[in-house]
């Protein structure tokens, strides 16, 4: 049974930092991609950063800059380095993991950007 457990999220002052991580069991991670997506109130999910199998990244054009994606194959996690934050990136925050048929969501962890 595949299984995504996030964690790192809170609530912290605008410019301020957090890090979430993604811990996967049940797969092989190097064989799939992964990635972050965010939901905030009223809005649709949407893609914040994402990591092939190969290591290649890809940021939505509002974290670009702020937010780094990487991962860790040996402990099957992936991680969002969140640098200053704004009251906007608040959301909640889903770990996804995918392949070719396969695709896997984390249960959310909520970041909170107070102004």
């Known amino acids: 049974q595949v299984q995504l457990v996030e964690s790192g999220g809170g609530l912290v002052q605008a410019g301020g930092s957090l890090r979430l991580s993604c811990a996967a069991s049940?797969?092989?991670?190097?064989?799939?991609?992964m990635g972050w997506y965010r939901q905030a109130p009223g809005n649709q999910r949407e893609s914040v950063a994402t990591i092939t199998s190969s290591g290649e990244t890809n940021y939505a054009d509002s974290v670009k800059g702020r937010f780094t994606i990487s991962r860790d194959i040996a402990r099957n996690t992936v991680y969002l380095q969140m640098n200053s934050l704004k009251p906007e990136d608040t959301a909640v925050y889903y770990c996804?993991?995918?392949?070719?048929?396969?695709?896997?969501w984390g249960q959310g962890t909520q970041v909170t950007v107070s102004s």
């Open positions: 996804n993991v995918w392949r070719t048929l396969q695709n896997y």
């Open positions: 049940g797969i092989t991670s190097s064989l799939y991609a």
